[in-house]
């Protein structure tokens, strides 16, 4: 018996009797409100605890001999495929041509619908190939030796006549291009760049009468470096650049960075991401290069790798317990205030208080005088206790907390007689004995 007595002063939390504790309309309000924050809270916190979050580390890249992706998706509006072509060169200058690289290019309507495709199986256009590179810094052509022969037969082949002719039409009716495809390059610095290179300098001064009437702008659907991960922003993607009364050379310069993206299942992504800096080269009036759009990318010897973790529950229960506490108890102080409120609205004024001066006069609260007289009114609040106990300290203390518990107000006559206390109006079973209810008040 001890041990339990012993353990029950420990009770944190006692529990009061059912017919003292007084439910409200403003509490149900309160704890309804309060079940709702806490369930999407609890919703929140969840969600929260199961979401993975990255973790970023670098360190020196020892990657060799591995092939670079590169993924390209765009849409040239005022060229037609005809006149387009896909060249890469890496740092030494050499022309990779021999890429196992899939490229595939669209034609295009004047309102960017599809109505025709072609495959490249190089990089650039079968009938216009060339045996030199173009430079990557002027875009010259360097088709001399074959210019030089077509311009002493005097004339061009019928293959460059009807080219001519397809072209200027493809042109008048508004056609554009789109290429997309995956070049896989060397692992080295180069560039890759989208231009009319693959024409004979004759070819296209016939076909646009002068460089600056070739038109490059264009529109970035993708350009990517690699498989994408949770989170990557390429940032030329959705680029547009469309030009207007003038031609140029655009020039991105792109600097790489390797990175390796691993989940929480232990699976390895190898990609790249990249930063990027645009120049653009207007066009002059004797200037013999040719408008072009360049990739110029490098790579950078740090690798960052991206490593996806989840929180521990030990957090997620600390976090719950904080959220979860501190909305209970919020809820507690709203509903004590708002109960306090609505006692202060709807409670009745109190009688004055009376008193008796030297000659036996009563005086009430403002300092006058009153008639003597049996029909003094005091507020009592009633309640529905179903006994009174007899008179001592404890019973008072019972019957004074009962009745201040209570939000029902009746009122009744006290007699002048101090030691006898009639209530008629209230709900006490017994009339109390030696006036202790009298005392209490």
């Known amino acids: 018996m001890r041990v339990r007595q012993a353990l029950k002063s420990l009770?944190?939390?006692?529990?009061?009797?059912?017919?003292?504790?007084?439910?409200?309309?403003?509490?149900?309000?309160?704890?309804?409100?309060g079940l709702l924050i806490m369930a999407t809270l609890f919703v929140h916190e969840l969600r929260y605890y199961l979401t993975t979050y990255t973790v970023h580390q670098m360190a020196v890249d020892l990657?060799?001999?591995?092939?670079?992706?590169?993924?390209?998706?765009?849409?040239?509006?005022?060229?037609?495929?005809?006149?387009?072509?896909v060249d890469a060169i890496d740092m030494s200058g050499k022309h990779e041509v021999d890429l196992d690289t899939n490229i595939w290019k669209l034609r295009l309507n004047s309102h960017g619908h599809i109505i025709g495709t072609e495959y490249l199986s190089d990089l650039v256009?079968?009938?216009?190939?060339?045996?030199?590179?173009?430079?990557?810094?002027?875009?010259?052509?360097?088709?001399?030796?074959?210019?030089?022969?077509?311009h002493s037969q005097g004339g061009f082949d019928q293959a460059a006549e009807d080219l001519i002719k397809r072209v200027k039409h493809a042109i008048a009716n508004g056609e554009g291009c789109r290429v997309f495809g995956v070049l896989d390059v060397q692992r080295v610095a180069g560039n890759f760049h989208i231009s009319v290179h693959g024409l004979n300098i004759f070819v296209a001064q016939m076909i646009f009468g002068g460089s600056k009437n070739v038109n490059?702008?264009?529109?970035?659907h993708d350009l990517s470096f690699g498989p994408k991960y949770p989170g990557i922003h390429n940032p030329l993607d959705g680029t547009d650049r469309i030009l207007h009364d003038t031609s140029g050379t655009f020039k991105y310069y792109i600097k790489i960075v390797p990175t390796e993206y691993r989940y929480i299942s232990k699976e390895v992504l190898s990609t790249n991401q990249f930063s990027v800096t645009e120049y653009f080269s207007p066009m002059k009036q004797f200037d013999r290069s040719w408008p072009a759009v360049y990739f110029l990318y490098d790579l950078s010897p740090i690798t960052v790798t991206i490593k996806e973790e989840r929180r521990s529950f030990l957090h997620f229960i600390t976090r719950l317990c904080a959220v979860l506490g501190g909305t209970f108890a919020l809820t507690g102080m709203l509903d004590r205030w708002m109960y306090r409120f609505v006692e202060a609205l709807t409670a009745k004024?109190?009688?004055?208080?009376?008193?008796?001066?030297?000659?036996?006069?009563?005086?009430?609260?403002?300092?006058?005088?009153?008639?003597?007289?049996?029909?003094?009114?005091?507020?009592?609040?009633?309640?529905?206790?179903?006994?009174?106990?007899?008179?001592?300290?404890?019973?008072?203390?019972?019957?004074?907390?009962?009745?201040?518990?209570?939000?029902?107000?009746?009122r009744f006559k006290r007699t002048k007689r101090e030691t006898e206390c009639l209530v008629p109006f209230c709900s006490i079973p017994s009339h109390v004995p030696n006036g202790t209810l009298c005392q209490l008040l």
């Open 125 to 150: 256009e079968k009938e216009h190939s060339h045996k030199h590179e173009p430079s990557p810094d002027d875009g010259k052509d360097n088709h001399d030796d074959k210019d030089q022969e077509i």
């Open 349 to 410: 004024p109190k009688a004055r208080s009376t008193g008796r001066n030297r000659e036996g006069a009563k005086i009430s609260s403002d300092g006058n005088k009153e008639e003597e007289g049996d029909g003094d009114v005091i507020i009592l609040c009633s309640t529905d206790v179903k006994q009174v106990v007899p008179e001592g300290e404890t019973e008072q203390k019972f019957i004074q907390n009962s009745f201040r518990g209570t939000a029902r107000s009746t």
């Open 63 to 85: 990657k060799r001999g591995e092939t670079l992706p590169i993924h390209i998706n765009m849409t040239f509006p005022a060229l037609p495929c005809d006149v387009l072509s």
């Open 216 to 220: 490059v702008s264009h529109i970035i």
């Open 11 to 33: 009770d944190a939390f006692p529990r009061a009797e059912e017919h003292l504790l007084q439910k409200t309309q403003s509490g149900a309000l309160v704890s309804v409100v």
